[in-house]
């Protein structure tokens, strides 16, 4: 009976030495110099200067991804990519003679979580390949931008995320993206001054920059959008679609989510609504074509997107090891996203070996010469981080056939009032 | 056996009102005893030890723990308010994470200077944050003409109508709120202390926005755990108690009930007001997406899992609730049954959710009452079985 | 005009989708007094279950292996924990539902993962034109459906030994208990009913013009609180009226979201719920609910 009570007794012993140990030195405590980092020489000629997330054998990335909320599908598809790539790259060697190192921290879209784990990695990491979720890396932005300084590929494609030295995208936001796509209406599908364009859109910053870039467009052709704000829960198009027929609108674009891009080709389909529809890159997924739709999606719906389709011959090598290493995930464009941005990382990595500085600020640098890097089908200019690193779009289709379900329709192109959308 | 459990499914009013730390009365110690005497003596060091590791932690806890610790605090100030509505008053609320926004979003506008996007009064943080706490009530007291009338189910669900008005605004009204991306949150600065990221060494040890935010959430925790204990002591707290278990007696018993019900619910709301200030202050920034109905969820499972009606059951709850997460994400690797991330299996995301709606339901069944009965609980079976042995 | 009407059959239509789902929520509600959050994991259960088995077998044999699968879900989750709750707080129990739809929500989602399921219905995406109306064939069908079962439902009410018990049993438990009818029984048929109307909902919930069923399906059950609380948490013909009202609300509300755009955009999903404070500002028990009268 007295085991109970005994208990209390040892923890208070326990607590009271804890206590007295507070006047002993702590191991928070700073030492001389702590601020340099853990590994290496103090940047001696000839002698590679390191920093956080570089050790001797190790060059350790994080990636901050959402594998259980409402980003779960890209999450699964760029993590998975992403451990896949670190595993090749360690298999041919490393690069600078140390091994690639991923540290995964699903944070399911859980500010709470994200917020935490990106502190916890945050010190201990060279650079972020991956941060999913654009309310948490603007959440972080700051502390990014004034103390932390660590490079860090967002995967979102939002205009709002420019600006910063640190925080980098891939491909072209989605202003861009939506003009080049109303740019090809117009070539492809003859629309002219006048017209209308009807935008289905997503409230919060995906949709809205996407907005932005359409009623730009607009404005330089003579046309006019009419927009319908929704939300990612909605899941029902049919008013939607009927308010855009009743403005008579020439085409669609959607900036939405794959099922809002599903419903909408299906309604105007079946209401007999025979305008193109194109899709910002986050408005396909693969699944779609095993659902009703699917006749609807590869009669008249194209894609715009920063990159070739994972079913293109140039991705071939990544779809093939990606489906060896998993053989059960499904294909689709977020492999191609994850792939893209961890080997831009460790590009840069490499040539801040080379430079002999293989920091945060020097992988940043590096980062900066990287002015004319390959991409799939598109060519990215890092050197600007006021401005997305390409204004390239390729227009894709889906394809029941194709791998991932899409196959190029146009190459990659610049419209010219994509070039000339106002930056400030 | 099922006995006892039977009546602590409704605790009596004046059990569970026992701050944290202090072992449930009532226990077997042979009064006069050397044990018993020992046994009080340590009854009172307990808790002062507690203090001792609370305030030495953020020497030696690295800032992934001191910023859990942070989480969890908040949450118990809010758990503590939404305990004395559910627990206490028995009024369900759904809406709970509604008021916390109000808290959040109001220290950051009376707070904030205009930038051009959002708005912002530019007052002093902490007058700003005390403005915070009381719109947060007012904002309660406006939703009493609907709260007063409706009861139980109707209650619940009329308030889950607040979780979707707080999203409508959040999103829309963007020169205060910020919209999509949320509004960054001004530094807490008073008396010249001030809870920046700037390193301050402190006996050596760097203190960034994190130890420095952890006294202010001890403070702020304690002072919210000190007053509800003072409310449920006091004539209020059998008054709520009272009007739980009988609102028609009560009312009989002369207790103003309509009264004392939109009281607590305007209380309620500014403890989560309180917990949504210090919550914006440890995340930097407050994005909308948070204070959805999965939040206000949470609040409900927090002081279920720690003991309805109790103090010390909320900030358990809230502890439990709050902490397994970052514990799972962050050992992914090394627990059993749960793979890292990428593998297949259940992820650490997934088995939190499934350990804490797991946890809900067996606290309501097997330990009603919660984890803060659990010590009285297991006394019970202890003298139990000695009962059965003696005789 | 055409505008105004397609939207008024699309709300009475999606209305009596979500009448479906309310109805179960308030069976359950009068029968045991639970108010349960863990609908929406009943209905996305029957809907997982039905798109499986729909993989093996046609379609009115996968939908019928989804609403047992359902039915049995809310009976074992009424055996296994409903029942062994021996406390009286009924708003205790409310949150143990919260717990269940946590568990059973957070397990469905990982088996499902990434995938849209199609239930390959006979409707597919045709139209029905009625004049210079065009109607999708699965919102007539759900129309349909809806209004036989609720039918069916409320005479089994009235005219049934089942119905009797269930009435007797909401209206006063302990003396119904005395006159021999049996608790458990009439609270685990509540759940079955409830968990097989929701499991039918789920079908018109993933037809065109939605795209299919996926791991967020079962959030529309969301829907079915308001409807319920409008209609009287505690009324059958409540449920109905609610759901319609519901329904009815969101279609007007998001199709003429452009006129009403000085609310802020995207006010279909919360309309609903400001009906529903209006209601209950006026009628504290939804508009067919008991009041209950305290007289001391």
Same mark, same amino acid.
């Given at each position: ?424 | ?170 999103? !829309?009204? #963007?020169? /205060?709120?910020? %919209?999509?991306?949320?509004?960054? $949150?001004?530094? *807490?600065?008073? @008396? &010249? =202390?001030?809870?920046? !990221?700037? #390193?301050? /060494?402190?006996? %050596?040890?760097?203190?960034?926005? $994190?130890?420095? *935010?952890?006294? @202010? &959430? =001890? ?6 755990? /000190? ?165 | ?296």
């Amino acid at each position: 009976m007295s085991r109970i009570r005994r208990l209390p007794a040892s923890a208070v012993a326990a607590a009271t030495a804890l206590a007295l140990a507070l006047t002993a030195c702590s191991s928070k405590a700073e030492d001389d110099g702590g601020d340099n980092g853990s590994g290496g020489g103090d940047g001696a000629s000839g002698e590679l200067e390191t920093g956080a997330g570089v050790t001797d054998t190790t060059i350790t990335l994080g990636a901050l991804t959402d594998m259980t909320g409402p980003y779960a599908t890209l999450g699964a598809s760029i993590t998975q990519v992403q451990q896949m790539y670190v595993e090749e790259i360690n298999g041919a060697g490393g690069i600078c003679e140390r091994e690639l190192a991923l540290e995964v921290r699903d944070h399911g879209y859980d500010p709470e979580k994200a917020i935490s784990a990106y502190n916890e990695l945050q010190p201990n990491v060279l650079a972020f390949p991956q941060f999913i979720g654009s309310p948490y890396v603007t959440a972080v932005k700051d502390q990014v931008d004034s103390t932390d300084m660590v490079p860090i590929v967002a995967q979102a494609w939002t205009a709002s995320l420019l600006g910063s030295p640190y925080i980098q995208m891939v491909g072209a936001t989605y202003d861009v993206e939506t003009i080049n796509a109303i740019d090809f209406l117009v070539s492809e599908h003859g629309l002219a001054e006048g017209d209308k364009i009807g935008q289905i859109y997503f409230e919060g910053d995906y949709g809205e920059n996407a907005l932005e870039g359409a009623e730009y467009a607009a404005e330089q052709l003579g046309m006019s959008v009419v927009g319908q704000m929704i939300k990612p829960t909605d899941e029902d198009m049919t008013a939607q679609v009927s308010a855009l027929a009743q403005e008579g609108v020439s085409a669609i674009v959607i900036s939405a989510g794959p099922r809002q891009a599903a419903s909408i080709a299906g309604v105007a389909a079946a209401a007999g609504l025979n305008v193109p529809i194109i899709g910002n890159n986050s408005a396909f997924a693969p699944q779609l074509l095993a659902t009703e739709a699917a006749p609807a999606l590869l009669n008249n719906f194209y894609i715009a997107a920063s990159t070739l389709p994972i079913g293109d011959e140039a991705a071939k090598d990544i779809a093939d090891s990606y489906l060896a290493a998993y053989p059960d995930a499904t294909l689709d464009n977020g492999v191609l996203a994850g792939y893209n941005a961890i080997e831009i990382i460790t590009e840069a990595a490499r040539l801040a070996c080379d430079n002999g500085k293989l920091t945060r600020e020097g992988l940043t640098e590096a980062l900066r010469t990287m002015s004319g890097f390959p991409g799939l089908g598109v060519t990215h200019d890092f050197s600007d981080p006021a401005n997305p690193s390409t204004l390239e779009t390729v227009i894709l289709k889906p394809d029941a056939d194709a791998p991932g379900g899409m196959v190029v329709h146009r190459e990659a192109a610049v419209s010219d009032i994509a070039g000339s959308f106002p930056r400030e | 056996m099922s006995e006892p459990l039977t009546k602590t499914g409704n605790p009596p009013p004046s059990a569970p009102a026992a701050p944290p730390s202090a072992a449930p009365s009532g226990g077997p110690a042979p009064a006069g005893s050397g044990r018993g005497r020992l046994h009080r003596r340590l009854r009172r060091l307990l808790p002062a030890a507690g203090a001792l590791i609370l305030l030495a932690l953020p020497f030696y806890a690295e800032a992934f723990w001191l910023r859990a610790g942070l989480f969890a605090m908040a949450a118990a100030i809010g758990a503590i308010g939404l305990n004395l509505l559910t627990g206490s008053t028995g009024q369900l609320s759904l809406g709970h994470s509604f008021f916390l926004a109000v808290g959040a979003y109001g220290y950051c506008l009376f707070a904030g200077d205009p930038d051009g996007t959002t708005t912002g009064w530019g007052l002093p943080p902490l007058l700003a944050m005390v403005l915070a706490v009381a719109l947060a009530g007012v904002a309660g007291g406006l939703f009493s003409p609907i709260a007063g009338r409706l009861r139980g189910a109707y209650l619940g669900i009329a308030t889950l109508a607040l979780i979707f008005i707080g999203q409508h605004v959040l999103f !829309n009204a #963007k020169d /205060l709120t910020g %919209g999509f991306n949320g509004r960054p $949150v001004p530094v *807490l600065e008073f @008396l &010249g =202390l001030s809870f920046d !990221n700037e #390193k301050t /060494l402190v006996a %050596g040890v760097p203190f960034t926005a $994190v130890e420095k *935010l952890w006294y @202010l &959430g =001890l403070v702020l925790l304690a002072a919210g755990a /000190l007053f509800a204990v003072g409310v449920l002591k006091s004539r209020p707290g059998r008054a709520m108690n009272a009007i739980r278990d009988h609102r028609i007696a009560a009312g009989v018993m002369g207790i103003p009930v309509a009264r004392y019900r939109g009281a607590v619910f305007v209380l309620s709301s500014m403890y989560a007001g309180l917990a949504g200030v210090l919550l914006a202050l440890v995340f930097q920034r407050t994005v909308p997406g948070y204070f959805g109905i999965s939040l206000a969820l949470t609040y409900l499972a927090m002081i279920v899992i720690g003991g309805l009606g109790s103090v010390g059951g909320a900030v358990l709850g809230a502890a439990f609730v709050t902490l397994i997460p970052q514990i799972l994400t962050r050992y992914s690797e090394s627990l059993p049954l749960i793979s890292a991330p990428g593998t297949g299996g259940v992820a650490p995301g997934e088995a939190s959710e499934l350990l804490y709606g797991a946890a809900v339901v067996a606290a309501v069944l097997f330990l009603p009452g919660g984890l803060v009965r659990l010590p009285l609980v297991l006394r019970m079976r202890r003298q139990a079985r000695r009962r059965t042995k003696t005789s | 005009m055409t505008v105004f009407s397609e939207l008024l059959i699309i709300g009475v239509s999606l209305g009596s989708v979500y009448a479906l789902i309310a109805l179960g929520f308030v069976i359950i509600f009068k029968s045991t007094e639970v108010v349960n959050f863990a609908h929406a994991s009943l209905l996305l259960a029957g809907g997982y279950a039905a798109v499986q088995a729909r993989e093996h077998m046609p379609f009115w044999l996968a939908l019928l292996a989804g609403v047992v699968a359902a039915a049995l879900l809310g009976v074992a989750l009424e055996f296994l924990v409903i029942r062994r709750y021996r406390g009286r707080d009924h708003s205790v129990l409310a949150i143990v539902t919260i717990g269940l739809d946590i568990v059973l929500l957070t397990e469905l989602a990982r088996q499902i993962g990434p995938d849209i399921f199609s239930y390959r219905d006979p409707w597919g995406s045709r139209l029905i034109e009625l004049g210079s109306l065009t109607i999708p064939q699965t919102r007539v069908a759900a129309l349909i459906t809806a209004a036989a079962l609720i039918g069916i439902f409320l005479l089994a009410f009235r005219f049934t030994s089942w119905g009797v018990s269930m009435r007797a049993a909401a209206e006063h438990r302990e003396t119904a208990a005395l006159m021999g009818i049996r608790l458990g029984w009439v609270s685990a048929s509540a759940w079955a009913v409830a968990g097989a109307l929701a499991a039918v909902a789920a079908l018109f919930l993933s037809v065109f013009p939605t795209t299919g069923l996926d791991r967020d399906t079962g959030l529309v059950a969301l829907k079915a609180f308001p409807a319920a609380i409008i209609g009287g948490l505690d009324s059958t013909t409540g449920a109905l009226v609610g759901g319609l009202v519901v329904g009815i609300t969101e279609a007007m509300a998001t199709g003429y979201q452009n006129d009403l755009s000085f609310l802020g955009s995207g006010i279909g999903e919360l309309a609903p719920y400001l009906v529903m404070v209006l209601v209950l500002l006026a009628r504290p028990a939804g508009l067919f609910g008991t009041r209950e009268l305290s007289r001391v």
